[in-house]
């Protein structure tokens, strides 16, 4: 299951996605989510929340993080995700660690929303 909501104050298209994830409905998600980037005439940022989903099918998480990386290489300034607890923000910030640097990518949890 998942959400989108286009904020037109702050230009920002947040997805929310909960549950059991599986790889089909990543890939929906994926064109869904460019194709909202598409028809707005400015997107600065992507907020992708993943810290509902309860697991992720094989191949499902990868179809999302490199979403969240192509959204870049369209146009958009930055994302965030939220991740469940400090130990996946931790871990996400070193593996991404030039692109945190560049304030491109964030990483966020529920309390700290």
């Given at each position: 299951m998942y959400m989108l909501n286009w904020d037109d104050a702050t230009a920002t298209l947040e997805v929310g996605i909960g549950g059991v994830v599986s790889l089909e409905e990543a890939k929906t998600l994926a064109s869904v989510v460019f194709d909202e980037i598409k028809e707005v005439e400015t997107c600065k940022s992507v907020i992708f929340d993943w810290?509902?989903?309860?697991?992720?099918e094989f191949g499902a998480?990868?179809?999302?993080?490199?979403t969240q990386i192509e959204v870049l290489n369209r146009g958009v300034d930055s994302t965030t995700m939220v991740v469940p607890d400090d130990e996946k923000a931790t871990q996400m910030i070193g593996a991404n660690l030039q692109l945190v640097?560049?304030?491109r990518r964030s990483f966020i949890v529920p309390h700290a929303a």
């Open positions: 810290s509902l989903a309860k697991r992720f998480y990868d179809v999302l993080e490199a640097m560049e304030g």
